[in-house]
C-alpha cells in the first residue's frame, strides 16, 4: 500500500514539472485565443486625475455610445471599493486587421452645462482609461531624453486659453502566436469569464490564433469636416486621409459645435510572452534606487535593533544574576537600598485604567495584523496581481473578517487575565472588539461618501454595496468575533507569577514626562518603513503601480520586531524609575509611530500632491490618511504591548519571592 501512495506521490510531482514547463500564469488570469478576424472590444473604465482623486464615469463626459447601449463589466468588491466602473465601448477591432480612418460618431452639439464640463475636466487634467483583454492602454512621452509610461490618455488640453480635445485615437495591439500543446486543454478568457474548453477533435484546432500581449495608444487632436461626416455611419471609413500628430492640437471645443470621434488601430506581432505582459506596467522608474534604499534601510534598521537588544539582554540578565545570587537577608537590604523594576513587584500587575478598551484595541490590532500579514503573503506569492484588478482589497476584506476569531478570543482573554479569571462582562468585551474598528471605520468611510456622493463620482460607494458591507459585518464577522470571545471566555487564563498590593504605591517624581518618551520611541518603528511608504503612496494618489509585495512583507517583519524591541525597551525603562504603569505606554509606544505617518502624511499632501485641487479633495485625502493611521496604529500598538506583556510576565516570573 505504502508502495501505491509513493507511487501517486512521483506520478504527481512529474505531472505538476511538466505542467510547469508549459509557462506560469498569475493565478486568476489565463490566456484567451483569438483567431484572426475575431472581434476584440475594447472597454473603458472611470475617468481618474491625480488632481482632484475623484474617479467619474466615462460616459459623463460627452463621448460616442456603443450602438448596443451602455453596459457595466461584473466587478468584485475590490473594484467597486476602489471607484472602478468598467463599462463597454464603441471602439472594436478585428485580430490582425488593420483599419484606418475609421469614423466613430459625431456627438450633439455642445450646450453650455457640456462645454463648463469639458473644460473643468480637462483643467483637472483627467485622463481616460480604456482596457483591451483586461490590459490598460499605456502611452509613451518623451521628455529631456527620458521616455516615460502613462496608462490612459488625457481627455484634452489647453493652449494658450483655448481648451482641445483628443477626438482622434491611434492604436497599437501587440500580439503574440497562441502556443498549444497537443491534447491540452486550454483556458479561455481573462477577468471577466472563463471558459475551458477540449481541443481534441476540434476543427478549428489548426487555425492559427493569437493572444494580446501589449495595447498602446496615441491621442490625437484633429480637425473633421463636419459636414462631410454627417452621412457616415459607425465604423464607416472617413472621406480622407487622417494625419495623427501628438504635437499638434487642432479640435477645438466650442459652444454649440459637435465633436467627431475616430480612431485607427494596427497589430504588431511581438516577441513577449503572455506571462510577461504585465512587465510594462511594473517597470517603475528609479527602481535601482528603490531597491537599494529599502535594502540600506533594512540593514540600517536591523543594526539598531540588533544593538538594542545585545544591551538590552546583558542589562536585564545582569540584574536577574546580581539579585537572585543574594541570600534574603542580603536581598532584603537589597530591596532597601535600591531602586527599580524590583521595587514595583507587588504593583506591576495592578489592573489598568480603561481596561476593557485596552482589551478591545489589541484584540483589534491582532485582527488587523493577522490580515496585513497574509494579505501580503498572498500579494507577494502572485494571488493578487495587478492583473486581478480588486482582489487585492477583496482578499483584505475577507482576512479581516475569518481573522474575527482571532480578535474576539485575544480581547476576551486579555480581560480575563486582567481580571484575575473574572468571567463576568466577557459578551460585552466581544461585542466591542467587533465593532470598536469597524465602527470608526463605517464612521470615516460614510462621511467621505457624502462628500463623493455630491460630487456624482463614481468613487461613492452604491447604497446596495453599503448594504452588503454591513450584512458582511453584522452576519459574519460580528458571529466570528463572538465565537472566537467564546472559546477566549472557556480557556485558561494566564496567572501573574506575583501577588498585587492592595494599596497602590506611589509613583516617584520623575524628571521629564514619561509620555514624552512613548512619543518619541515611534521614530524608530518609522524609520523601518518611511522609504516603502513614500511607494505605496505614490500607487494610492499618483496612479502607479505597486507590486514590490516581496520586499513589503520583510518591511511588515522587521517593522513587528523593532515595534516589538522599542516598547520592551520603554517598558523595562519606566520600571526601572519605579513606573508600574507599563500597560497603556507599551502600547503606544509602538503605536505612536502612527503619528509620524500622519505627519507624513500631511507633508506628501503639501509637498507631492501640489496639484491636489479643492477641500473636497484635501478632505478625501486626509480622511482615508485618518483611517489607514488608526489600523496602523492598532496593529503595532498590540505587537508592542503583547511583547511587553510577555516580557514582564517573565521577568517578574523570575525572581525568587518568598
Not at 477583496?394 to 480581560?415: D, E, H, K, P
Request: charged share 15%.
Amino acid at each position: 500500500m505504502r508502495s501505491m501512495d509513493r507511487f501517486g506521490i512521483w506520478v504527481l510531482a512529474i505531472l505538476l514539472v511538466i505542467q510547469s514547463s508549459f509557462g506560469f500564469y498569475l493565478p486568476g488570469s489565463y490566456p484567451h485565443k483569438y483567431e484572426v478576424g475575431d472581434y476584440l472590444n475594447v472597454k473603458v473604465n472611470s475617468l481618474t486625475s491625480i488632481e482632484t482623486e475623484m474617479p467619474f464615469s466615462y460616459y459623463s463626459l460627452p463621448f460616442c455610445k456603443p450602438s448596443e447601449g451602455i453596459k457595466d463589466s461584473a466587478e468584485n468588491l475590490g473594484e467597486l471599493l476602489m471607484g472602478d466602473r468598467i463599462e463597454n465601448s464603441p471602439y472594436r477591432f478585428r485580430m490582425f486587421k488593420n483599419e484606418s480612418e475609421i469614423f466613430l460618431c459625431q456627438t450633439d452639439k455642445l450646450s453650455a452645462d457640456s462645454l463648463k464640463l469639458l473644460k473643468k475636466r480637462i483643467d483637472e487634467m483627467y485622463q481616460v482609461n480604456p482596457m483591451l483583454d483586461n490590459l490598460p492602454a499605456i502611452r509613451y512621452t518623451k521628455r529631456d531624453g527620458y521616455v516615460l509610461r502613462w496608462t490612459g490618455y488625457p481627455v484634452g488640453i489647453k493652449v494658450q486659453d483655448v481648451y482641445y480635445v483628443f477626438n482622434h485615437l491611434k492604436f497599437k495591439v501587440l500580439v503574440h502566436k497562441y502556443e498549444e500543446a497537443a491534447n491540452v486543454a486550454r483556458v479561455m478568457g481573462t477577468g471577466d469569464a472563463a471558459e475551458v474548453i477540449p481541443t481534441i477533435g476540434k476543427k478549428d484546432s489548426d487555425v492559427p490564433g493569437y493572444m494580446v500581449v501589449g495595447f498602446e495608444v496615441v491621442p490625437c487632436s484633429f480637425a473633421h469636416n463636419g459636414e462631410s461626416t454627417k452621412k457616415l455611419k459607425m465604423y464607416e471609413r472617413y472621406t480622407t486621409p487622417i494625419k495623427c500628430d501628438s504635437t499638434r492640437v487642432s479640435m477645438s471645443v466650442k459652444e454649440g459645435q459637435s465633436i467627431v470621434f475616430s480612431y485607427e488601430v494596427s497589430f504588431e506581432e511581438s516577441d513577449i510572452k503572455w506571462p510577461s505582459r504585465w512587465d510594462a506596467y511594473l517597470k517603475m522608474e528609479g527602481s535601482k534606487v528603490h531597491w537599494f534604499s529599502i535594502l540600506n534601510s533594512l540593514m540600517v534598521i536591523t543594526f539598531l535593533a540588533g544593538i538594542v537588544l545585545v544591551i538590552f539582554l546583558r542589562t536585564v540578565r545582569r540584574d536577574l544574576t546580581r539579585y537572585e545570587e543574594l541570600d534574603k537577608e542580603a536581598q532584603a537590604q537589597m530591596n532597601e537600598e535600591l531602586s527599580g523594576w524590583k521595587l514595583v513587584v507587588g504593583d506591576v500587575f495592578r489592573a489598568p485604567s480603561n481596561a476593557s478598551l485596552l482589551c478591545v484595541m489589541v484584540g483589534d490590532g491582532v485582527q488587523i495584523l493577522g490580515m496585513a500579514v497574509v494579505t501580503i503573503l498572498f500579494a507577494a506569492l502572485g494571488f493578487m496581481s495587478p492583473a486581478s484588478r480588486g482582489t487585492l482589497i477583496t482578499g483584505m476584506l475577507f482576512f479581516y473578517m475569518i481573522l474575527g476569531i482571532a480578535a474576539g478570543y485575544v480581547s476576551v482573554r486579555l480581560w480575563r487575565t486582567i481580571g484575575c479569571g473574572e468571567h463576568r462582562g466577557w459578551m460585552s468585551v466581544a461585542w466591542k472588539a467587533a465593532c470598536f474598528f469597524p465602527g470608526i471605520a463605517f464612521l470615516i468611510l460614510t462621511t467621505l461618501n457624502f462628500l463623493l456622493w455630491g460630487s456624482h463620482s463614481t468613487g461613492a460607494i452604491p447604497f446596495s454595496l453599503f448594504v452588503i458591507l454591513l450584512l458582511l459585518w453584522f452576519c459574519i464577522s460580528v458571529p466570528l468575533t463572538l465565537i472566537g470571545g467564546y472559546f477566549g471566555a472557556k480557556a485558561p487564563h494566564i496567572e501573574f507569577p506575583v501577588r498585587t498590593n492592595q494599596i497602590p504605591r506611589e509613583i516617584p517624581a520623575q524628571k521629564y514626562p514619561s509620555w514624552l518618551l512613548v512619543l518619541g520611541a515611534g521614530t524608530l518603528p518609522f524609520g523601518t518603513l518611511f522609504i516603502e511608504l513614500f511607494f505605496i503612496m505614490s500607487s494610492i494618489w499618483m496612479g502607479r503601480v505597486y507590486y514590490v509585495f516581496g520586499f513589503l512583507f520583510v518591511v511588515l517583519i522587521l517593522l513587528v520586531v523593532v515595534c516589538a524591541e522599542v516598547s520592551l525597551v520603554l517598558t523595562y525603562m519606566h520600571l526601572c524609575v519605579e513606573d508600574y504603569k507599563w500597560w497603556w505606554k507599551s502600547f503606544f509606544a509602538s503605536g505612536s509611530v502612527a503619528i509620524y505617518i500622519f505627519i507624513y502624511s500631511i507633508n506628501y499632501l503639501v509637498f507631492d500632491l501640489k496639484s491636489l485641487s479643492g477641500p473636497v479633495s484635501a478632505t478625501l485625502y486626509l480622511g482615508y490618511s485618518l483611517f489607514m493611521v488608526l489600523a496602523i496604529m492598532l496593529a503595532t500598538g498590540t505587537v508592542g504591548f503583547l511583547s511587553s506583556f510577555w516580557f514582564v510576565h517573565y521577568l517578574f516570573s523570575s525572581v525568587k519571592l518568598d
